[in-house]
């Protein structure tokens, strides 16, 4: 049986039974606190400590869903599945909304049908406004007609009240400033689209 230094001033042990002095110190100061180091549910201080989670129902640990061991039903420690977390964020954090927006804007051409969504796509989603991108001015004057069912169909799809207002936007045109000091004014009178 090796020596046991004396315990002095608090210094670095040196040597090669240095990590051994140092894991009896960490056992002696663990059965000092009632913890039972190295044996199953050691985390847990050892029965009538009055630590919380101590003792108190099953033999060897604390009580269920205390720290302790789990028993033959289901808690919050076992395995999750993917879909039950993120369900769980998403509602913890109110995403609701905007997540199922971001679903119907996934989806798009199945909302409005493959013709429409040819030909124009969603941009943004605020406050309960949907703003909608066309790719030409005679589609967006034919969405714009359309708006009605389109707000019905993402009522449809989304819960009523979610979507509120559908702002249609024409194509943008090409920006003619070029530079620092470009020259103000109406610009070129073409249409685009």
Do not use: N
Request: hydrophobic share 35%; proline share 8%.
């Amino acid at each position: 049986m090796p020596e046991q230094p004396p315990e002095g001033d608090g210094t670095a042990d040196e040597g090669p039974d240095a990590a051994a002095t140092a894991l009896h110190r960490a056992r002696a100061a663990a059965r000092a606190r009632g913890a039972r180091p190295g044996r199953p549910g050691s985390l847990t201080p050892a029965r009538g400590t009055g630590a919380p989670g101590a003792g108190g129902g099953q033999p060897g640990g604390g009580e269920r869903g205390a720290g302790g061991r789990s028993g033959a039903r289901p808690d919050a420690r076992d395995p999750q599945t993917v879909s039950s977390s993120i369900g769980r964020l998403v509602s913890e954090r109110g995403w609701r909304t905007p997540v199922a927006v971001g679903g119907v804007m996934g989806r798009w051409d199945q909302v409005v049908g493959a013709e429409v969504a040819a030909h124009c796509e969603p941009e943004t989603f605020a406050e309960g406004e949907l703003v909608v991108r066309a790719d030409s001015t005679a589609w967006a004057t034919q969405v714009r007609l359309l708006g009605a069912a389109v707000l019905r169909r993402l009522g449809e799809e989304l819960g009523e009240g979610v979507v509120t207002r559908l702002v249609v936007k024409g194509p943008a045109g090409p920006s003619w400033r070029a530079g620092s000091r470009s020259a103000g004014g109406r610009g070129p009178r073409d249409t685009y689209g």
